[in-house]
T-cell receptor, first 111, second 115 residues
Framework: DAKTTQPTSMDCAEGRAANLPCNHSTISGNEYVYWYRQIHSQGPQYIIHGLKNNETNEMASLIITEDRKSSTLILPHATLRDTAVYYCIVGGSSNTGKLIFGQGTTLQVKP | EAGVAQSPRYKIIEKRQSVAFWCNPISGHATLYWYQQILGQGPKLLIQFQNNGVVDDSQLPKDRFSAERLKGVDSTLKIQPAKLEDSAVYLC?????????????FGNGTRLTVT
């Protein structure tokens, strides 16, 4: 599975959009991009995933570049409850669903 | 729907003792995973079950760790004997099917401290 690179930490003002970048330059054609987050003292929570098209759900939007070497997770109106570690993970369509987590980005939403 | 249930929430033991963790996945989920998360790191997969069969246990330290999933539902993870470096949060996750299109649902974990 391809590896990902994320910034260690980011800040965002409450009510503003949070844009979390992820680089996955070695991604192959059949690999998906997944985002999970982990709030303190809780297990990771699924946010969204995509292959090549942009995706949106009730939690966030996922923007994948045309060459698929990077992506951005967008939380449109960040709240204090969005403070968490955000993990960008790449996995293939042939995999068994297991996720290989990196270090993630710690997002701090400030009032 | 009820989430993934894990118990106990916390456990403190001395090194060389044994310990067991229990997981009840979401009803109907065929795939179950155990992850170990050391403080400050991302979760690391220990073992994956599909129903009651093992799919991947390549990262499980088999000299001291064991896991089973009887009847393809609940699962237990055991450590015997524990070492100081086993101090971590043990997370259980389940998914409807073990595939790329089936998100994982995690429990809140068991925090193990080995003294």
């Amino acid at each position: 599975d391809a590896k990902t690179t994320q910034p260690t930490s980011m800040d965002c003002a409450e009510g503003r959009a949070a844009n979390l970048p992820c680089n996955h330059s070695t991604i192959s054609g059949n690999e998906y991009v997944y985002w999970y987050r982990q709030i303190h003292s809780q297990g990771p929570q699924y946010i969204i995933h995509g292959l090549k098209n942009n995706e949106t759900n009730e939690m966030a939007s996922l923007i994948i570049t045309e060459d698929r070497k990077s992506s951005t997770l967008i939380l449109p109106h960040a709240t204090l409850r969005d403070t968490a570690v955000y993990y960008c993970i790449v996995g293939g369509s042939s995999n068994t669903g297991k996720l290989i987590f990196g270090q993630g980005t710690t997002l701090q939403v400030k009032p | 729907e009820a989430g993934v249930a894990q118990s106990p929430r916390y456990k403190i033991i001395e090194k060389r003792q044994s310990v067991a963790f229990w997981c009840n996945p979401i009803s109907g989920h065929a795939t179950l995973y155990w992850y170990q998360q050391i403080l400050g790191q991302g979760p690391k997969l220990l073992i994956q079950f599909q129903n009651n069969g093992v799919v991947d246990d390549s990262q499980l330290p088999k000299d001291r760790f064991s896991a089973e999933r009887l009847k393809g539902v609940d699962s237990t993870l055991k450590i015997q004997p524990a070492k100081l470096e086993d101090s971590a949060v043990y997370l259980c996750a389940s998914s409807l099917e073990g595939s790329y299109n089936s998100p994982l649902h995690f429990g809140n974990g068991t925090r193990l401290t080995v003294t």
